[in-house]
């Protein structure tokens, strides 16, 4: 069965920081376009962070300087390291795979086909 687990959400106070991390099983996504969502309670899903194939990666504005997404292949596991938190950052978070596109040339609009079922992050300030 293809599947993206997430974990490593949690309660953090401004600030802080915390580690997501998206396990796959069933498929070798290790050369595909990879991306981390996240959707607050009565707005929409947003993009956080992509990661291409070639390990190229691009942020939302909102979270640059901040997030820093990542992979290990050996694990077949995509990483979102989240820094200076902020009360706005609380959400579920997603993870997402292409499944078919090594590139993420069209941004957080690339087709994803692939959902975890999301961890909750909640930032107090």
Do not use: H
């Amino acid at each position: 069965q293809v599947q993206l687990v997430e974990s490593g959400g949690g309660s953090v106070q401004a600030g802080g920081s915390l580690r997501l991390s998206c396990a796959a099983s069933g498929y070798t996504w290790s050369n595909v376009c990879m991306g981390w969502f996240r959707q607050a309670p009565g707005k929409e899903r947003e993009g956080v962070a992509l990661m291409a194939g070639d390990g190229g990666t691009s942020y939302a504005d909102s979270v640059k300087g901040r997030f820093t997404i990542s992979k290990d292949s050996a694990k077949n596991t995509v990483y979102l390291q989240m820094n200076s938190l902020k009360p706005d950052d609380t959400a579920v978070y997603y993870c997402a795979a292409s499944l078919f596109f090594r590139s993420c040339s069209s941004g957080f609009r690339t087709p994803f086909r692939l959902w975890g079922q999301g961890t909750q992050v909640t930032v107090s300030s």
